[in-house]
């Protein structure tokens, strides 16, 4: 598979040219990368405008997803749902009605906050039991009868998969529940970019779902903040004309041509012989998950290239766990007060999957005194989203917080899911929530004097 935006770049930088474009570095620096970092230049075609070097490439991704099409991004999944949002407003406009989702409860903060924004009514699904607020395990049964329940039914279904801590929801179930009533589905499948790449696929557009984001980055060779939005087969080709645009509304005008080129050449790397150093290294992983397993130690979640331990279940906290990794130079992924995420991908050494054996075997197995979560409960709706976040705004201390209206959550990445939605009352639930997870302030409505 060829490479159209690193061969241009590539031919650029070596013919040495006097840059009077942007960027101010001129192609030279103590980075190393200048060189490889150009803007709209001529022949350098143009992201959301594409018909040139980067529409080939894009076309090169489509073909390797077998999706109706793949556009890139420079600003991870966030841009992407972003813009399926728009997308989704401008849809259900089409046909005569309001925009709106039904959405698993564990979405990322980027969802919450562009629903919002974009006045899209959401309503949201709720597990019957979860062992934490980053995983929403609902049934594709579950989800039937809350869209028979429904008034009217949604513009579609979104739903997190994989969730943060490594679960895969079902998909092909869902599809087949969302399509049987006409609404689509869109899944978040920021982790997961890499199902594509299993025999069989479990990529959600092998599975049946309409829209998706993938975080490139994340799970394959590529540099922070490539992704795509990805449109399925089967999808209205409304989505794949409208694309561009919506992408466009929201991206920066300047998107990163090092980022670009990753994607590029990732596409090559993929194609050559992922898939068989994909299966070789997974045999590898599940011979360390059940040597961990069988040493005592629960594993949370069914994604192949993550191991989530349930760190309270073998007497520890999660970030106690993630400090004695440190100790070994291993930094993972995530921890809080009940798991420890560690995310694997190929690119791991056999030296590195040994010491992470290594690392964690040597922790004696503890009884648990830690307390259980809280677990999830629906929130008072005490103000719409879109009059919530729009509203002017203060921060206050957790602990006097409560009978107080979100206006925006402002949770950290990782892991980016809030416990409360913009316009939902605080109650002493929510309470429970900050403290167990260390939430000590709320971005709340000002209330009038």
Same mark, same amino acid.
């Given at each position: 598979m060829n490479t159209p935006i690193v061969d241009f770049v590539k031919a650029y930088a070596a013919s040495h040219p006097v840059r009077l474009h942007m960027p101010g570095h001129k192609g030279t620096g103590a980075l190393g990368a200048e060189a490889l970092d150009i803007t709209e230049i001529k022949g350098a075609d143009s992201l959301y405008e594409a018909s040139g070097i980067i529409a080939e490439s894009e076309k090169n991704a489509t073909a390797l997803f077998g999706t109706k099409a793949t556009f890139y991004?420079?600003?991870?999944?966030?841009?992407?749902?972003?813009? @399926?949002?728009?997308l989704l407003k401008c849809y259900a406009a089409g046909v005569g009605k309001q925009a709106s989702v039904l959405a698993f409860r564990n979405t990322h903060k980027t969802f919450v906050t562009a629903s919002a924004l974009l006045g899209i009514k959401v309503d949201y699904l709720t597990p019957k039991e979860s062992a934490s607020y980053l995983s929403c395990p609902v049934s594709a049964e579950d989800l039937a009868g809350a869209l028979d329940g429904c008034e009217q039914l949604p513009t579609a279904v979104y739903v997190t998969s994989p969730d943060y801590l490594g679960s895969l929801a079902d998909i092909a179930s869902l599809a087949g529940?969302?399509?049987?009533?006409?609404?689509?589905?869109?899944?978040?499948?920021?982790?997961? =970019?890499?199902?594509?790449?299993?025999?069989?696929?479990?990529?959600?557009?092998?599975? *049946?779902?309409?829209?998706?984001?993938?975080?490139?980055?994340?799970? $394959?060779?590529? $540099?922070?903040?490539? =992704?795509?939005?990805? @449109?399925?087969? &089967?999808?209205?080709?409304?989505?794949?004309? &409208?694309?561009?645009?919506? $992408?466009?509304?929201?991206?920066?005008?300047?998107?990163?041509?090092?980022?670009?080129?990753?994607?590029?050449? =990732? &596409?090559?790397?993929?194609?050559?012989?992922?898939?068989?150093?994909?299966?070789?290294?997974?045999?590898?992983? &599940?011979?360390l998950k059940a040597t961990l397993a069988a040493n005592g130690y629960t594993l949370l979640g069914n994604e192949p290239l993550k191991i989530t331990v349930h760190?309270?279940?073998?007497?520890?906290?999660?970030?106690?766990?993630?400090e004695h990794l440190r100790c070994y130079g291993i930094e993972a992924e995530f921890a809080d007060p009940d798991v420890l995420v560690l995310m694997f991908t190929p690119a791991i050494t056999d030296e590195a999957l040994v010491l992470v054996g290594d690392a964690l075997l040597c922790l004696p197995k503890k009884r648990s005194a830690a307390p259980t979560p809280p677990d999830y409960r629906p929130k008072e709706q005490a103000m719409s989203a879109e009059d919530a976040i729009a509203?002017?705004?203060?921060?206050?201390?957790?602990?006097?917080?409560? *009978?107080? @209206?979100?206006?925006?959550?402002?949770? =950290?990445?990782?892991?980016?899911?809030?416990?409360?939605?913009?316009?939902?009352? @605080?109650d002493e639930h929510t309470l429970d929530l900050a403290r167990y997870y260390g939430i000590d302030s709320f971005l709340v409505v000002k209330e009038p004097k």
């Open positions: 991004s420079t600003e991870g999944s966030s841009h992407c749902i972003r813009s @399926i949002l728009w529940v969302c399509h049987a009533r006409g609404v689509l589905l869109v899944c978040d499948n920021a982790h997961g =970019a890499y199902l594509r790449f299993l025999s069989p696929s479990l990529h959600p557009m092998d599975l *049946g779902a309409d829209l998706c984001c993938d975080s490139a980055h994340k799970t $394959l060779p590529v $540099l922070t903040g490539g =992704a795509y939005l990805q @449109i399925a087969q &089967n999808a209205p080709d409304f989505f794949v004309q &409208n694309a561009k645009n919506a $992408l466009s509304l929201f991206g920066s005008t300047s998107p990163s041509y090092l980022i670009l080129q990753s994607l590029d050449l =990732a &596409n090559a790397n993929l194609a050559e012989d992922y898939r068989e150093r994909l299966a070789a290294f997974l045999c590898k992983l &599940n011979t760190a309270r279940a073998y007497g520890y906290r999660g970030e106690e766990m993630a509203a002017p705004c203060e921060a206050v201390a957790a602990e006097d917080a409560l *009978g107080r @209206i979100l206006a925006c959550p402002t949770v =950290a990445c990782p892991p980016a899911v809030p416990i409360l939605s913009c316009g939902e009352r @605080i």
